[in-house]
């Protein structure tokens, strides 16, 4: 590192780097597709000067910051560490990165700049709400885990759309504490627990049998998933609130719902997505954003170029 600008250097404020093996500035830019060439000087941001030293594509010389570590000290905080994992693995794949605030924006070598992909770097532990989940509508959260390790995930407000249908009529069943008693096919054969020739509903059924309002969140998604034509059980076995079928209970549910009633931390939406995918069903996570049900989706994507 030097301080005085010649030909076919990289520049990163005021701290000048000699481009090694006598290549030029234009060679570096157009190889890496990054930073700003102004004739035959090249300007670039920090996550790009530390990928490129560490790719050993310029040199530090001899002054104030001797080697790697002081200058990572020197230009990096406490959350620029996921961002820098995370763009070096991204850049490692090739296409030109750009970095706004907390964000990183891949755009492929052979995409059209209105096709990059938003991507948002995160620690294993961030908290998140789900208010949150519903902003990042088409991003790829890119967690990384305290041993450096990188998983990316799609999230996508969820449409959801079942094919049955729920005649909302009045149902009379006897009360049982917060649950409802009745007889075996005074309700549709889909909802409730049979034991001998009675059928128990749950703290979610009773009151929308009762009255097809709800006032606790659970039992609003499970009423918003049910006027959508789904039919919806417990979860439990899978860590979740609820298991949605499009069609039949005699087949496989498409989907498991988990509701969202304050932060979590990510490790859990993390452990939630791979149950779901262990078992080959959608993770959707829901709650209420502005007075409304909202369903969210999130699936880990192996490959994000391929989004």
């Known amino acids: 590192m030097k301080n005085e600008i010649e030909e076919h250097d990289v520049v990163f404020e005021n701290m000048v780097f000699p481009i090694s093996e006598e290549k030029s500035a234009s060679y570096i830019h157009n190889r890496y597709s990054m930073g700003k060439l102004d004739g035959r000087i090249l300007s670039v941001n920090k996550f790009e000067i530390m990928y490129l030293i560490m ?8 002054g104030e910051i001797p080697d790697q570590k002081e200058l990572f000290l020197k230009l990096m905080t406490p959350d620029d560490i996921p961002m820098m994992k995370v763009y070096h693995d991204l850049k490692n794949g090739g296409g030109r990165i750009t970095v706004s605030g907390n964000i990183l924006y891949l755009t492929g070598k052979k995409e059209k700049s209105t096709q990059r992909k938003r991507i948002m770097p995160i620690r294993e532990n961030h908290r998140i709400s789900f ?21 990316y995930y799609k999230i996508e407000i969820a449409h959801m759309k079942g094919d049955n249908s729920f005649q909302w009529t009045e149902y009379e069943f006897s009360e049982l504490g917060n649950r409802g008693v009745t007889g075996i096919s005074d309700v549709p054969a889909w909802i409730g627990d049979v034991i001998g020739d009675i059928r128990i509903l ?26 959508n ?20 209970v005699d087949d496989h549910a498409q989907f498991l719902v988990h509701v969202m009633t304050g932060d979590v931390e990510w490790y859990e939406i993390s452990r939630a997505v791979r149950v779901a ?3 080959r069903k959608k993770m959707v996570f829901a709650s209420i954003h502005e007075k409304n049900v909202e369903t969210v989706e999130i699936k880990r994507v192996k490959n994000i170029r391929n989004i």
């Open 229 to 248: 034509g789904f039919i919806v059980k417990t979860g439990f076995k899978y860590g979740c609130n609820f298991r949605a079928y499009e069609g039949s």
């Open 131 to 151: 208010k949150d989940l519903v902003e990042m509508d088409h991003t790829i959260i890119a967690s990384v885990d305290d041993d450096g390790d990188i998983t």
């Open 277 to 279: 995918a262990s078992v």
């Open 55 to 62: 790719k050993h594509r310029v040199v530090m010389q001899n």
């Open 202 to 227: 749950s703290e979610q059924e009773k009151p929308i049998l009762e009255s097809g309002k709800s006032e606790d969140t659970p039992t609003k998604v499970f009423y918003h998933l049910i006027r």
